[in-house]
């Protein structure tokens, strides 16, 4: 039982190799979507397995077996081998859930904050120009969504590039793309393995709307320019803004450069790792599942509900 679910909380450091290995392999929208949706979903099977282990501490304690109706003593591995599991698991979660409050309470702020900017400058349609000395543009979500420009960056761009970036920022807009920085957030904090993983995805997350913005204007290297001459602009200082909302000079963009700048990669590239990547999940949540299992039969035995 132990073993079990061990693996659901060993699984996630194999993951950010993994992801790498996609986003160089994959179509960009194909990475984005195989390792954000496997990250939240190996996140999600570490906090059960996480709390299965503070279930079966607790139930080992008398006061919670009364609770649970024991009637017998629940059989696991030796109490020093649960209880410290236990006690651990108490901690991470712990840690997980005051991590997260802290992220979203800073998230919130600099949304709001970054709102309330956009919402102070001129609008031409969903997009937002604010007077500010400190180049940058983004794409803020939100209803309604918004492209935010600051009066510098306009500045540092000629009027073919400005297009391409506006093309860039409406990209994540039409993507979602805030949603999969949202996900990639809320699995980096439920276990530190995916805190890499993250990267991975607001790199997955630019890439997708470099290509977008690259089939809408229909000039690759234009692309390529544009986000490089906004990057360099904006090195120095950004505006205010959530880190869920995606901005054309965020990332490395060499890398990003480089990728817009070479050939496409064909369609069977990516096979072996997206093989790779289902199969973690699926350890990752066949484990989980034998575990829990393998828990509620314990439990039910240990209540006289069923046989050994």
């Known amino acids: 039982m132990t073993a079990l679910l061990l693996l ?72 020093f081998v649960v209880l410290p599991a236990a006690a651990t698991s108490v901690g991470a979660l712990a840690v997980c859930g005051w991590t997260l409050v802290r992220s979203v309470l800073r998230q919130t702020r600099a949304f709001r904050a970054a709102r309330s900017e956009a919402g102070r400058g001129p609008a031409a349609g ?8 400190r180049p940058d543009a983004y794409a803020l979500p939100g209803r309604p969504h ?19 970036l506006f093309a860039h920022e409406r990209a994540h807009n039409d993507g979602g793309h805030h949603y999969f920085l ?47 001459r906004a990057a360099l602009a904006g090195q120095a200082a950004r505006s205010a803004r959530p880190d869920f909302a995606p901005a054309a000079t965020t990332g490395p963009v060499p890398h990003r450069v480089q990728a817009l ?21 699926a350890v990752s949540c066949g484990a989980m599942a034998a575990g829990l299992a393998d828990v509620h039969h314990r439990v039910e035995v240990a209540q006289g509900d069923a046989r050994p």
């Open 8 to 79: 659901p909380l060993l699984l996630p450091f194999a993951l950010p190799a993994l992801a790498r290995r996609a986003l160089d392999r994959l179509a960009p929208v194909a990475a984005l979507w195989a390792v954000t949706v496997c990250a939240v979903v190996v996140a999600g099977c570490s906090l059960a397995a996480l709390g299965s282990f503070v279930l079966i501490g607790l139930l080992k304690i008398p006061l919670f077996a009364a609770v649970g109706e024991l009637i017998h003593p629940l059989r696991t591995a030796s109490d």
């Open 126 to 133: 969903d997009l937002c120009v604010v007077d500010s000395p």
């Open 146 to 164: 918004r492209i935010v420009v600051t009066t510098a960056m306009l500045r540092s761009l000629d009027g073919a590039e400005r297009e391409a």
């Open 182 to 228: 949202a996900a990639a957030e809320l699995a980096a904090h439920c276990h530190p393995a995916l805190r890499p993983v993250r990267d991975t995805i607001r790199l997955a997350v630019e890439r997708a709307a470099d290509e977008a913005a690259a089939a809408s204007v229909g000039d690759r290297r234009l692309i390529a320019r544009a986000i490089a």
């Open 261 to 281: 700048l070479a050939a496409p990669l064909l369609p069977r590239a990516g096979r072996a790792v997206a093989a790779l990547l289902i199969a973690c999940t």
